[in-house]
C-alpha cells in the first residue's frame, strides 16, 4: 500500500512559479513510477508529467514542456516535485499525485487527495 500526500499549492501570479511536492510512503514507493495530473473545474483530468523510479525516464504533456520540470528524491521520504515555472492562468487546476508499481506501463495504483494552484493576478 502507498500513499501520497500532495502539498504546497496556492496562488500564484501569470508568469510566476510554484514547486508542489508529492510525499509517499510504503516500503516500495521508491521503485513506483510516479506521475502528476490535473483537473480544471468542469474538465476531465489530464496527464501532467511522470518520472520512473530512477528519474531516468521522464515524459511530459505538451502543454507543459520548457515550462514544468518533475523531479524525486527517493532518500527524502520519496517525494515526488513539480517545478512549475512561466505560469499562466490555463495553468490553474487540482494537481493530483499518483503512483504505479514498475511492472504497469499504464493507469495508476495510487492517487492523492490534490492540492489546488490558481494562476490569477
Known amino acids: 500500500q502507498v500513499q501520497l500526500v500532495e502539498s504546497g499549492g496556492g496562488l500564484v501570479q501569470p508568469g510566476g512559479s510554484l514547486r508542489i511536492s508529492c510525499a509517499a510512503s510504503?516500503?516500495?514507493?521508491?521503485?513506483?513510477?510516479m506521475g502528476w495530473f490535473r483537473q480544471a473545474p468542469g474538465k476531465e483530468r489530464d496527464f501532467v508529467a511522470r518520472?520512473?523510479?530512477?528519474?531516468?525516464?521522464?515524459?511530459y504533456a505538451d502543454s507543459v514542456k520548457g515550462r514544468f520540470t518533475i523531479s524525486r528524491d527517493n532518500a527524502n521520504k520519496n517525494t515526488v516535485y513539480l517545478q512549475m515555472n512561466s505560469l499562466k492562468p490555463e495553468d490553474t487546476a487540482v494537481y493530483y499525485c499518483?503512483?504505479?508499481?514498475?511492472?504497469?506501463?499504464?493507469?495508476?495504483?495510487?492517487w492523492g487527495q490534490g492540492t489546488q494552484v490558481t494562476v490569477s493576478s
Open positions: 499518483a503512483a504505479r508499481s514498475a511492472a504497469r506501463t499504464a493507469g495508476y495504483d495510487y
Open positions: 510504503g516500503h516500495t514507493a521508491s521503485t513506483y513510477t
Open positions: 518520472i520512473n523510479w530512477s528519474g531516468g525516464v521522464i515524459v
